[in-house]
């Protein structure tokens, strides 16, 4: 089983970025899934959650009108859509799948599988 995340990279504030997370060994249609993001000498955070259908989304405060997350699982793929980025959003984001509750969506221990994560550094 792999979460294989891409699609970072060094971007000025006001850019856009999308990164994706393509699964291997796996069906990703039998998983809800997140991104979660882990800044310098910050604890890792809840980003976005996907339901297995893709009919529910929830985000942080944050990123709310600026990300969307989105999936398509005929592609076994997530994807975090981040715009109007911001020097905030600078850190590693993870995808992970799982079967979380919705009291437990925004856990990162409610998710059984993550990708390696991919840095995504936005300057000034």
């Known amino acids: 089983v792999q979460l294989q995340a891409s699609g970072g990279g060094l971007v000025q504030a006001g850019d856009s970025l999308r990164l994706s997370c393509a699964a291997s060994g796996l069906t990703l249609s039998q998983y809800g899934m997140a991104w979660f993001r882990q800044g310098p000498g910050t604890e890792r955070e809840f980003v976005a959650r996907?339901?297995?259908?893709?009919?529910?989304?929830n985000y942080i405060d944050s990123v709310k009108g600026r990300f969307t997350i989105s999936r398509d699982n005929a592609k076994n793929t997530m994807y975090l859509q981040m715009n109007n980025l911001k020097l905030e959003d600078t850190a590693v984001y993870y995808c992970?799948?799982?079967?979380?509750?919705?009291?437990?969506?925004?856990?990162?221990?409610?998710?059984?599988?993550w990708g390696q994560g991919t840095q995504v550094t936005v300057s000034s």
């Open positions: 992970a799948a799982g079967r979380p509750i919705l009291s437990t969506s925004r856990l990162a221990s409610a998710y059984y599988y």
């Open positions: 996907i339901t297995a259908n893709g009919g529910t989304k």
